[in-house]
């Protein structure tokens, strides 16, 4: 799938040093639910899923390629896909380096026309670390709502967290305003 700047495209073997370099950074995996990685032994089960698992009735995943030369910059998936419910949990990762570009907000509306067009599902959820504001912003730009609040849910490291949890409609990705962006407004 290609939008204005940035490609989402199966993961390749060669990505597999981006890949722990993402997972391994403390500050991107700051709200995540696991810790960041040490190892690179660590990437390779959920790196082989995610270069061997792509299955449209489980798991779709992408790695977002960067504009020019398509290096792995970050990744972006639909997993927990249930076709009999027409639901799917959506999440998103990116490189310190991009962050701040509008990458993640084209990818998301790349992978959410995917969901909603595609595979017909009615419903897509996010799960988000309260504290990661920048996360819970780019949910609510793609139209997502904020509609709980899960209290303690996650321990990391010793850590405590929350998560808020989001869902977006089919029917209310169709009539999408102005904020919801096709790929090539992103670029605004």
Same mark, same amino acid.
């Given at each position: 799938?290609?939008?204005?700047?940035?490609?989402?495209?199966?993961?390749?073997?060669?990505?597999?040093?981006?890949?722990?370099?993402?997972?391994?950074?403390?500050?991107?995996?700051?709200?995540?639910?696991?810790?960041?990685?040490?190892?690179?032994?660590?990437?390779?089960?959920?790196?082989?899923?995610?270069?061997?698992?792509?299955?449209?009735?489980?798991?779709?995943?992408?790695?977002?390629?960067?504009?020019?030369?398509?290096?792995?910059?970050?990744?972006?998936?639909?997993?927990?896909?249930?076709?009999?419910?027409?639901?799917?949990?959506?999440?998103?990762?990116?490189?310190?380096?991009?962050?701040?570009?509008?990458?993640?907000?084209?990818? &998301?509306? =790349? +992978?959410? /026309?995917? @969901?909603?067009?595609?595979?017909?599902?009615?419903?897509? #959820?996010?799960?988000?670390?309260?504290?990661?504001?920048?996360?819970?912003?780019?949910?609510?730009?793609?139209?997502?709502?904020?509609?709980?609040?899960?209290?303690?849910?996650?321990?990391?490291?010793?850590?405590?967290?929350?998560?808020?949890?989001? &869902?977006? =409609? +089919?029917? /209310?990705? @169709?009539?999408?305003?102005?904020?919801?962006?096709?790929? #090539?407004?992103?670029?605004?």
């Amino acid at each position: 799938m290609t939008g204005a700047r940035i490609r989402l495209r199966p993961y390749r073997p060669d990505d597999l040093a981006a890949f722990f370099a993402l997972h391994s950074d403390p500050e991107a995996m700051r709200y995540w639910s696991h810790p960041p990685w040490t190892r690179i032994e660590q990437a390779h089960s959920k790196f082989d899923s995610s270069l061997n698992g792509n299955a449209p009735d489980s798991q779709l995943c992408w790695a977002i390629a960067a504009p020019g030369d398509g290096r792995m910059i970050g990744g972006v998936a639909l997993f927990r896909i249930s076709a009999e419910q027409g639901v799917a949990e959506f999440g998103y990762m990116l490189e310190r380096g991009s962050w701040g570009r509008g990458f993640a907000r084209e990818a &998301g509306v =790349l +992978a959410l /026309d995917h @969901a909603f067009g595609d595979l017909g599902l009615r419903r897509i #959820e996010a799960d988000i670390d309260p504290r990661n504001l920048a996360s819970c912003r780019l949910a609510e730009r793609l139209g997502f709502v904020r509609e709980g609040l899960l209290r303690e849910r996650w321990q990391v490291a010793g850590e405590i967290s929350d998560t808020a949890f989001y &869902g977006l =409609l +089919a029917s /209310d990705w @169709a009539q999408r305003g102005a904020d919801t962006p096709t790929p #090539e407004e992103t670029l605004l």
